[in-house]
């Protein structure tokens, strides 16, 4: 059993930036490869970014290619998303998930993964 717990969201202003942090509890969490999802107002779940077991690997969202960047630290059983020259449009909950496996090009926004997090709001302002 894994249970996530996300943080770090908030208002910020176009432009801005955010870290997200998800601290995970047990003893397997580099036995999970971990993702982002977000979900905005009134419109469907969408992957991130998503990162291997070791952090060797990484993979993203189109949308937020070149600006946000995931990492984890195994020692903190923690991963990261920090978002730069955040838009209006990335304003979201955001979930962070884990799941045994690792796919090279992301998970397709409604796959299962193992566990969830409860998410954090991230509220962009212009």
């Known amino acids: 059993q894994v249970q996530l717990v996300e943080s770090g969201g908030g208002l910020v202003q176009a432009g801005g930036s955010l870290r997200l942090s998800c601290a995970a509890s047990?003893?397997?969490?580099?036995?999970?490869?971990m993702g982002w999802f977000r979900q905005a107002p009134g419109k469907e779940r969408e992957f991130v970014a998503a990162?291997?077991?070791?952090?060797?690997?990484?993979y993203y969202a189109n949308s937020v290619k070149g600006r946000f960047t995931i990492s984890r630290d195994n020692a903190k059983n923690t991963v990261y998303l920090t978002m730069n020259s955040l838009k209006l449009e990335d304003t979201a909950v955001y979930y962070c998930?884990?799941?045994?496996?690792?796919?090279?090009?992301?998970?397709?926004?409604?796959?299962?993964?193992?566990?969830w997090g409860k998410g954090t709001l991230v509220t962009v302002s212009s």
């Open positions: 990162i291997s077991w070791s952090g060797g690997s990484t």
């Open positions: 998930a884990a799941d045994l496996a690792y796919p090279q090009r992301g998970w397709d926004d409604d796959y299962g993964m193992d566990y």
């Open positions: 047990g003893r397997t969490f580099s036995s999970y490869a």
